[in-house]
Nanobody, 123 residues
Framework: VQLQASGGGLVQAGGSLRLSCAAS????????MGWFRQAPGKEREFVAA????????LYGESVKGRFTISRDNAENTVYLQMNSLKPEDTAVYYC?????????????????WGQGTQVTVSS
């Protein structure tokens, strides 16, 4: 399984970015997709997750109402639309695959990880 995240960059506070994560090597429509982030010196933090069909989503408290996760099973891609960005959103963002059950906030339940994409929000 390979995951390729992209779309990170430098943005001013209040701005928006859209991250993408393309998956290969597994039937994309059968896996749960998640986004996590890790800031320097901090634990990897859950951001969002989406069910196989896209009908169920889960968000971390710090991003609720600002971020939206979606997926396109025909394109084997999951997205993270990030609006109203804050300096505290600065981190490396990782996409991940969970192969069983329901969307989860627990990083230990995700078996495959992408390489990460840097998001930097300036104040």
């Amino acid at each position: 399984v390979q995951l390729q995240a992209s779309g990170g960059g430098l943005v001013q506070a209040g701005g928006s970015l859209r991250l993408s994560c393309a998956a290969s090597g597994r039937t994309f429509s059968t896996v749960i997709m998640g986004w996590f982030r890790q800031a320097p010196g901090k634990e990897r933090e859950f951001v969002a997750a989406i069910s196989t069909s896209g009908g169920s989503t889960l968000y971390g408290e710090s991003v609720k109402g600002r971020f939206t996760i979606s997926r396109d099973n025909a394109e084997n891609t999951v997205y993270l639309q990030m609006n109203s960005l804050k300096p505290e959103d600065t981190a490396v963002y990782y996409c991940a695959i969970k192969t069983w059950g329901l969307p989860s906030t627990s990083r230990e339940q995700y078996a495959y990880w992408g390489q990460g994409t840097q998001v930097t929000v300036s104040s």
